[in-house]
């Protein structure tokens, strides 16, 4: 763990929002993604710190079964050294060191299973602690990534004035960061709503259908419901999923009788030649 380069980064980063600050001005959400940052750093030194403690506990408990390993395996072979001389010399005895070799061997796989166990438990130390790195590092980079991403309403303006002069392509990056950096602000559901605009200009209806689905979802009640609803049903007929599109249409004539949207949806339906309303079932 690279503890002093990630205090380095930290420095660094200081020493650049200290001197080149930029035209909008250092913002109370950047100071406190530093703060966040730095006490991040301080997590992850204490957690190394334990991490070695508990490595020198469990590399002492190896050593000593090693060890005893060592010893019982010398034992035995001094044991089959004698064993074979009194095979020759006094055969009487065969029997007595027979039992002390198979009580010597039986030591021996005891702790060998000791030893394994230990080693199981080691490696699963070693990968939580890899694991829990792992994720702090990555919520450190997506800290500093956040920390250098442009200010909500400079990113915003900025994809709403490329999507304004068609630069599609330059528009899309700019709110799918916005969406990326800045995903629970009111003007999230608006820069989905782009997206999926988007994707239905260039033809990717299916792309279109997922953004309107997440202005719906996440924000049912924001100033961009209405047209994604409608638009979704637009998208679901241009993907032939005609049925579907009709009773999306249908929907937002239920749902916003008096609104624009509305109008736009019967005015689709009699093009297909149906009814604005779903036909009721006999007996309702």
């Not at 000593?64 to 009487?92: C, F, H, P, R, Y």
């Not at 080691?122 to 790195?133: R, T, Y």
């Not at 998208?235 to 239920?254: F, M, N, S, W």
């Amino acid at each position: 763990m690279k503890i002093y380069r990630y205090s380095t980064m930290v420095v660094l980063l200081i020493g650049f929002w200290a001197n080149g600050t930029p035209a909008w001005g250092v913002s109370k959400e950047m100071v406190q993604l530093m703060t966040q940052v730095q006490n991040l750093q301080d997590q992850m030194t204490k957690m190394q710190q334990s991490f070695n403690e508990r490595m020198g506990v469990m590399q002492h408990l190896m050593d000593q079964n090693t060890d005893s390993m060592n010893k019982v395996a010398a034992s035995i072979t001094a044991v089959q050294g004698g064993l074979e001389k009194l095979q020759t010399d006094n055969g009487g005895k065969v029997d007595q060191l027979s039992g002390q070799i198979q009580s010597l061997n039986d030591s021996l796989d005891e702790l060998k299973a000791r030893l394994a166990k230990v080693s199981k438990q080691l490696e699963d130390m070693q990968a939580s602690q890899q694991s829990v790195a792992a994720g702090q590092a990555a919520q450190q980079a997506q800290q500093q990534a956040l920390a250098q991403a442009p200010p909500p309403d400079v990113l915003y303006n900025n994809g709403l004035r490329d999507y304004n002069a068609a630069k599609n392509d330059l528009a899309k990056q700019e709110f799918s960061d916005y969406v990326k950096f800045y995903p629970n602000t009111d003007l999230a559901g608006n820069a989905y709503f782009y997206l999926a605009e988007i994707a239905y200009k260039t033809g990717n209806f299916q792309e279109a259908v997922t953004y309107y689905d997440q202005v719906l979802q996440n924000f049912p009640t924001g100033n961009k419901a209405p047209s994604s609803d409608l638009k979704k049903g637009l998208a679901l007929i241009e993907l032939g999923k005609t049925d579907d599109g009709i009773a999306q249409l249908r929907h937002v004539i239920q749902r916003y009788p008096r609104s624009n949207e509305a109008l736009q949806a019967k005015d689709r339906l009699k093009k297909l030649g149906v009814s604005t309303t779903a036909a009721r079932a006999p007996g309702e």
